[in-house]
């Protein structure tokens, strides 16, 4: 277990719709991260949060948005879905303490499913 | 662009054998190097590199950084079945505190 937690596991849903993805990063961690990763793909950098403000950005569409709130949890946003959204949605989350080497910890995925 | 490359996409081993990964980046302000095992969902941690030419070590499993010519390898000894998966390479960069990953290896070990 990473200690990073991501809800839910598993999303159906139609072209069109919007969904929120949520993330709660390990306790004490500042830095999330999300990862888009269709099949057979590597993991494509979305965005990065630390500590409530956006760090990096990434390949992330216009239709989908993210925030970290106060208390470091994450929700990625994903509106107007297309078949193409569907993929495994990662979160994962660093300790930024120095030296800045930290590995990611991730979190189990949200396997999002467009119909 | 920041790119990380990953060689070959896919193997096919038999069990015993030894396999080498290859991790080819370009990018601005590298910090570190990392290699990942994923089986089923999460990708799990196996080595963090930083300097070069200092060898990582676990098990079977060793890699290595060169920084002067921006690769590292992932080797694998003694294969065994449980060794099947995709391995992913990533590299950290500084400033930005991206990780990149490249598309993976995907090894598959018969018995």
Redesign the interface.
Known sequence: DSGVTQTPKHLITATGQRVTLRCSPRSGDLSVYWYQQSLDQGLQFLIQYYNGEERAKGNILERFSAQQFPDLHSELNLSSLELGDSALYFCASTTRVRPYTGELFFGEGSRLTVL | EDKVV?SPLSLVVHEGDTVTLNCSYEVTNF??L?WYKQEK?????LF?L?SSGIEKKSGRLSSILDKKELFSILNITATQTGDSAVY?C?V?T?G?????????TRLKVLA
């Open positions: 990953q910090r570190s990392l969902k999460a990708p799990t941690f963090m930083t992913l990533a950290g500084s930005t505190y991206k990780y990149i990953f490249g598309t993976g």
